[in-house]
C-alpha cells in the first residue's frame, strides 16, 4: 500500500496558484524527497498532507487517511518535522520530551529517544542552552515521539553548517534503517541525492521530473569536454570558447575525445587542463527548473 | 476524561516554563505585588468616601491590586503567551499532534486562573498581616469567588480575542498594555476615584469591564455593595471575548 497518494492537488492563495495540479504516489518504507527552490510549492503541499491547510481540488490520501477530515486520527499516526518551528524555551531536553510523549497514545521512551538523535550530554539542559544543530535534532525527536509511520521532514537542514548537515543526515538515514516512511522536501540538490530513493522536482506548483536520483541524471543531456588553448591558436570544433577556455559538446565522448586529442598532437598543443564535465544533478535541477519559470 | 488527565499533565509543564521566563514569572507576577508594597507605603495613610463609606487606602489598595493580579495573569500575561507561542510556531508543532488544542489551552486558563489565585491570596494575606485590612466572610467570600471565576473566564477569553488580533509577537507587550493600561487608571485601579470623578471617566467605568469587575472584588474587602450586574458586564465582555477568539484565534504563526 503506498503511504502517501496525491491526485490532481491544487491549492490558491487568492490569485497565488501555489500547487497547480501534482500528483504524487509514496510508497510504504520509501525516502521520497520533494525538491525545489523556495516558493515551488512544497511546503504548501506537505502542510496539506499533515492537515494543516486544505485543498482546493485534488484527491489525497495519507496512510489511507484525508488528512481534512481525519486530522486526528492521522496525527497519531505521523511526525512532523516542521521548518524552523519554536519551542518552549524554558524546558529542558527531557522535560520537553516528556511533554510531547504525553500528547500521545503509545509513545516511545523519551531516554531511548534521546540517545537516538545523540542529545544524552544535553538531557537536562535548557532548550535555550542548545546549538542551532542541536535544538533541530531536538526537533527531530519531538516528530518521533509517537513512533510515527510517517515522517514529514520539512527543509530539514537549512541553515545548517556542513558538519552539522552530514549528522543530520546520517541520523535521517538511521531512521530509514527503522522503517519509516520519510516525505523530506528540500532545496539542496545533494541532499536529496544521498537521503533519497525516489525525487520529485517542483517548480511553480508543478512537479516537472520524477525518478531515482540517478535517472534525472539522465536528463542532463550530453557531457562536454573542456580545455584551454594558446593564444592564436583556434581548435576546428564545434565549440563555446572565453578567454581561451575551449567546450566541446560530446554527443559521442569516445569520438569527441578522440578528435581533440588528435588535433592536439597534430598542432603540438598540451592538454593539462582537459576536463570531461558530466551533467551534476545541479545542473539537472537548475535546467529543470529554468524550464518551468519559462 | 482522557482529555482531563492531558490537561493536568500539560499544566506541570506549563506551570514549569511560567516560572523559568523572566517576563511571565518577573512582569506578570511581582509587579502586583510591588505595586500593592509601594502604593499602601505611598499613600496608605488617608482615607476617602467611597458609596458613602469611609475607606481606608490600604484596605482599598489590598482589593485594587487583587483585582489587577488576577488581571495581569489572566489578561496580560496570558495575551502576550499566546501571541508569542503562536508565532514562535509553537501552537503548530503541538497541533501538529494527536493533543487536542483545547485540553492544550484549557491547561493555560486552569494554570492563570490558578496564579491568580496565588496572587490573591497572597495580596490578602499582605493586607491582613501588614494593614489589618478586612477580609470577606461567609456569604461576601461566596460572591467574591463567583467574581474571581467569573473574572478569570472572561479576562482569559479576552486575552485569546486581543492575541488573535495582535498583527505579530514584537507588538503583543504594547498592544495587550495599551488596552490595558488606561483602564487600569481610569477604573481605580491605581488612583481610587472617590464619588467625584469626572462624568467621562466613569462612563468609562459603566462600558468596560475592569471597573465592574474591580467593584465586585471590592465588595469583600471594603463592605460596599456587592451588584450581579458588575457580575454580568464582567460575563457579557467575557462572551464578546470567547466569540471573537473561536472566530480569529489559529495557531498559524503570522510572522
Not at chain 1, 192 to 217: C, K, T
Request: charged share 20%; hydrophobic share 50%; glycine share 8%.
Amino acid at each position: 500500500m503506498a503511504a502517501i497518494t496525491v491526485k490532481g492537488l491544487r491549492k490558491s492563495y487568492g490569485d497565488n496558484e501555489a500547487v497547480r495540479g501534482i500528483d504524487l504516489e509514496v510508497a510504504d518504507g520509501e525516502v521520497f524527497a520533494l525538491l525545489g527552490p523556495n516558493g515551488a510549492g512544497k511546503t504548501t503541499t506537505v502542510e496539506i498532507l499533515e492537515g494543516y491547510r486544505h485543498a482546493d481540488a485534488g484527491e489525497v490520501l495519507v496512510l489511507g487517511l484525508d488528512p481534512a477530515r481525519n486530522a486526528p486520527a492521522l496525527r497519531a499516526r505521523i511526525g512532523i518535522v516542521l521548518q524552523s518551528t519554536g519551542i518552549e524555551q524554558y524546558l529542558t531536553v527531557r522535560e520537553t520530551l516528556s511533554m510531547y510523549a504525553h500528547y500521545f497514545e503509545h509513545p516511545r521512551q523519551v531516554d531511548e529517544l534521546i540517545e537516538i538523535v545523540g542529545l544524552e550530554e544535553k538531557r537536562d539542559s535548557r532548550v535555550t542552552s542548545l546549538s542551532g544543530g542541536q535544538q533541530r535534532r531536538l526537533d527531530l525527536a519531538v516528530g518521533l515521539v509517537g513512533d510515527p509511520e510517517l515522517l514529514f521532514l520539512d527543509e530539514p537542514t537549512t541553515g545548517f553548517d556542513p558538519s552539522a548537515r552530514r549528522e543530520a543526515w546520517q541520523m535521517v538515514r538511521n531512521l530509514t534503517a527503522l522503517g519509516k516512511t520519510v516525505l523530506l522536501t528540500t532545496h539542496y540538490m545533494d541532499e536529496a541525492q544521498y537521503l533519497a530513493r525516489r525525487v520529485a522536482v517542483m517548480a511553480h506548483g508543478r512537479i516537472v521530473a520524477e525518478g531515482s536520483p540517478d535517472s534525472l541524471a539522465r536528463h542532463g543531456g550530453d557531457a562536454r569536454v573542456r580545455f584551454r588553448v594558446p593564444d592564436g591558436v583556434t581548435p576546428p570544433f564545434d565549440i563555446a570558447a572565453s578567454d581561451g577556455v575551449v567546450e566541446v559538446v560530446a554527443t559521442d565522448l569516445a569520438r569527441t575525445l578522440h578528435e581533440v586529442t588528435s588535433w592536439a598532437l597534430a598542432n603540438n598543443v598540451n592538454l593539462d587542463s582537459l576536463d570531461v564535465l558530466r551533467p551534476s544533478l545541479e545542473d539537472v535541477y537548475l535546467r529543470l527548473v529554468g524550464e518551468a519559470a519559462s | 476524561m482522557i482529555n482531563l488527565r492531558r490537561t493536568l499533565y500539560q499544566l506541570r509543564f506549563t506551570n514549569l516554563a511560567y516560572w523559568r521566563n523572566p517576563s511571565s514569572a518577573l512582569f506578570t507576577f511581582a509587579f502586583p505585588l510591588m505595586f500593592l508594597v509601594i502604593f499602601t507605603a505611598l499613600l496608605g495613610r488617608h482615607t476617602f468616601t467611597l458609596d458613602g463609606r469611609l475607606v481606608h487606602q490600604t484596605t482599598y489598595y489590598v482589593a485594587a491590586m487583587a483585582s489587577y493580579g488576577l488581571i495581569s495573569a489572566c489578561y496580560v500575561n496570558l495575551a502576550m503567551v499566546m501571541t508569542f507561542q503562536r508565532d514562535q510556531g509553537i501552537l503548530k508543532r503541538v497541533q501538529g499532534t494527536p493533543m487536542p488544542s483545547m485540553a492544550y489551552l484549557a491547561a493555560r486558563v486552569i494554570h492563570a486562573l490558578a496564579v491568580a489565585a496565588l496572587l490573591v491570596v497572597l495580596t490578602a494575606a499582605f493586607g491582613r498581616i501588614v494593614y489589618q485590612a478586612d477580609l470577606p466572610t461567609g456569604m461576601a467570600l461566596v460572591r467574591f469567588v463567583v467574581m474571581f471565576l467569573v473574572g478569570a473566564l472572561s479576562f482569559s477569553a479576552l486575552a485569546f480575542a486581543v492575541s488573535s488580533i495582535i498583527p505579530n509577537a514584537d507588538a503583543a507587550p504594547a498592544l495587550v498594555n495599551i488596552t490595558i493600561m488606561p483602564l487600569l487608571f481610569l477604573s481605580g485601579i491605581f488612583i481610587p476615584l472617590g464619588d467625584h470623578a469626572p462624568t467621562w471617566v466613569k462612563w468609562v467605568g459603566k462600558l468596560f469591564p475592569v471597573r465592574h469587575f474591580a467593584a465586585g472584588m471590592q465588595s469583600g474587602f471594603l463592605g460596599t455593595a456587592f451588584n450581579w450586574s458588575d457580575v454580568g458586564v464582567v460575563a457579557l465582555w467575557g462572551a464578546v471575548g470567547l466569540v471573537i477568539a473561536a472566530r480569529r484565534f489559529d495557531a498559524e504563526p503570522r510572522v
